[in-house]
């Protein structure tokens, strides 16, 4: 079964600091990768995603990830961050030849200070 | 012009009532799923309905009931509520192109059971 593992449960960093926020899958087929972020008492959105070609992603708001299939790994990196970056990050998986049910870690909660 | 709306946004409620939940989607998409969030921010498919028709039933209690009259909205009704179901519950869609497509969520609604 497919698993996902965010080993960063809370992160606190000042402005201005790099980020980089780690994410870790299990399944031995291949997968499309996903970054949802959640802001205080707002809905999900999609930060960035992979699913073929360059392993490199950017997404919004300066975020980017990196898809390493060796590892199993696509970690959420950004060289700067801002207060309003202060939310929850969720990594997220599905098979890309299977249904589109995406599998989510527990998440890692940021906190920003100015 | 909210992408996908859920009613209503809070909901108390006593030990074995039975509630639902409304959600409507206004991106045209054709796939809808609904998502339990726990008290630890973990979230979790419950289904998912293609243009009507189940196609994601996890492992959740059958008190849990999903309704698609139209592909444009997706229902949820739960009959006996337990102090367990205390969660948000989120909504998405997508478009039915593939596992790669963007889930757009709804704002959530926290259940609280008493």
């Known amino acids: 079964a497919q698993s996902v593992s965010q080993h960063n449960h809370h992160v606190i960093l000042s402005e201005a600091a790099s980020l980089e926020l780690g994410c870790n899958y299990s399944?031995?087929?291949?997968?499309?990768l996903f970054w949802y972020v959640q802001y205080p008492g707002q809905h999900l959105q999609l930060l960035l995603k992979?699913?073929?070609?360059?392993?490199l992603v950017k997404g919004i708001k300066g975020f980017e990830a990196e898809f390493i299939k060796s590892k199993f790994s696509f970690n959420l990196r950004k060289p700067s961050v801002q207060w309003s970056d202060t939310a929850e990050y969720f990594c997220?998986?599905?098979?890309?030849?299977?249904?589109?049910?995406?599998?989510f870690g527990t998440g890692t909660r940021l906190q920003v200070f100015p | 012009d909210t992408a996908v709306s859920q009613t209503p946004k809070y909901l108390v409620t006593q030990m074995g009532n039975d509630k639902s939940i409304k959600c409507e989607q206004n991106?045209?998409?054709?796939?809808m799923y609904w998502y339990k969030q726990d008290s630890k921010k973990f979230l979790k498919i419950m289904f998912s309905?293609?243009?009507?028709?189940?196609?994601i039933n996890e492992t959740v209690p059958n008190r849990f009931s999903p309704k698609s009259p139209d592909k444009a909205h997706l229902n949820l009704h739960i009959n006996s509520l337990e102090l367990g179901d205390s969660a948000v519950y989120f909504c998405?869609?997508?478009?039915?192109?593939?596992?790669?497509?963007?889930?757009?969520f709804g704002p959530g609604t926290r259940l609280l059971v008493l």
């Open positions: 998405a869609s997508s478009p039915p192109q593939g596992a790669w497509e963007t889930q757009y």
């Open positions: 399944y031995g087929g291949t997968v499309n």
């Open positions: 992979y699913f073929s070609g360059d392993p």
């Open positions: 997220a998986v599905n098979a890309a030849r299977g249904t589109d049910k995406l599998i």
């Open positions: 991106l045209g998409h054709d796939t």
């Open positions: 309905y293609n243009n009507k028709e189940l196609i």
